[in-house]
């Protein structure tokens, strides 16, 4: 199963250090070829960067950077600019692209 993640379920999955949430069921999953991703190089930078703000560990930077080496980029994505908050659009231009039935977020904006 092919899925887009947001940014915020990577943040979520770090900060869960008893790994009881579904977001780090998730990190796991995709870090472990159960699901793979679909993202775009744009998708990709912004999880690690905001990773790297928040100080995550090594380890869990390592985990987050093998989901996207075991997943789907996608490059000349269109823009469809259909997200309330622009700096979302990126996620539902890569599920479109990629004909990804699911977007995983926490985010009000993309629900």
């Known amino acids: 199963m092919n899925i887009v993640v947001d940014t915020n ?3 979520e999955a770090f900060f869960d250090k ?24 744009n998708i990709k930078d912004e999880v690690l960067q905001v990773l790297k703000s928040v100080h995550a560990s090594p380890a869990f930077l390592e985990r987050a950077a093998l989901t996207f080496s075991i997943g789907t980029e996608l490059s000349d994505v269109a823009q469809l600019e259909l997200c309330s908050d622009p ?25």
Do not use: M, P, W
Not at 18 to 35: F, Y
Not at 92 to 109: K, M, N, P, Q, T
């Open 9 to 11: 379920e990577y943040v």
């Open 18 to 41: 008893a790994e009881k949430h579904d977001s780090s069921r998730l990190v796991a999953e995709c870090s472990n070829g159960v699901i793979i991703i679909t993202y775009t190089q």
């Open 87 to 111: 700096s979302d659009n990126k996620f539902i231009d890569c599920a479109v692209a990629g004909a990804v039935r699911y977007l995983i977020s926490r985010d009000s904006d993309l629900r």
